[in-house]
């Protein structure tokens, strides 16, 4: 069945480091978004990006449909990026989402 | 704040009993999405909604059901609980449901079978 895999599964920083995560996924997507769950659990939606690069301050997403993999870049870590990096990819003739594992991400002061 | 309220923040019920989760999506969203979040499963997509029709299925099982309601609001019934239910069950809601729309996530309702 089509998969989605991220990388790393655990990533402990220092504040104000930059880092890379890193969503591979099995099957041409219609769409791929990018998810922060904070440590309270809230869900919020960082990116749609079926392809091409987005950027939204210190956050930026890159997606290369043709060897299927996207990356999500967080510059100058802060210690409110903690949480976990989910990314999912929409397949519309499956009509379902299908989400990745996610990377913990930890930021230390 | 999302503007996507979910009702009841935390709910505790024994197996086999049978609860219904509420949303409610932001004012003027029309779809409604809601998720699963297990320890065991992680995220899945259940079932999505448009204006009162379902829209995409995903890995909702038939002990589940949901509905949209005229208003927009909608309810996901669970029944003959087990304690692999045990989750965080997620709504969120869009303009139209389209692909490259933000889907706007409420806080959720943690449900735990005991």
């Known amino acids: 069945g089509i998969q989605v895999e991220q990388s790393p599964p655990d990533l402990i920083l220092q504040e104000g480091a930059n880092s890379t995560l890193r969503c591979n996924f099995s099957d041409s997507v219609n769409n791929l978004q990018w998810f922060h769950q904070n440590p309270w659990g809230q869900l919020i939606n960082l990116f749609y990006i079926p392809s091409g690069t987005k950027q939204n301050g210190r956050l930026s997403a890159t997606t290369v449909a043709t060897e299927r993999y996207s990356l999500l870049y967080i510059s100058s870590s802060q210690t409110t990026d903690s949480g976990v990096y989910f990314c999912a990819a929409l397949y519309s003739s499956a009509s379902k989402i299908i989400f990745g594992s996610g990377t913990r991400l930890s930021i230390r002061p | ?114």
């Open chain 2, 1 to 114: 704040d999302s503007g996507v309220t979910q009702t009841p923040k935390h709910l505790i019920t024994a197996t086999g009993q049978r609860v219904t989760l509420r949303c409610s999506p932001r004012s003027g969203d029309l779809s409604v999405y809601w998720y699963q979040q297990s320890l065991d499963q992680g995220l899945q997509f259940l079932i999505q909604y448009y204006n009162g029709e379902e829209r995409a299925k995903g890995n909702i099982l038939e002990r589940f059901s949901a509905q949209q309601f005229p208003d927009l609001h909608s309810e996901l019934n669970l029944s003959s609980l087990e304690l692999g239910d045990s989750a965080l069950y997620f709504c969120a809601s869009s303009v139209v449901g389209a692909v490259q729309e933000t889907q706007y996530f409420g806080p959720g309702t943690r449900l735990l079978v005991l």
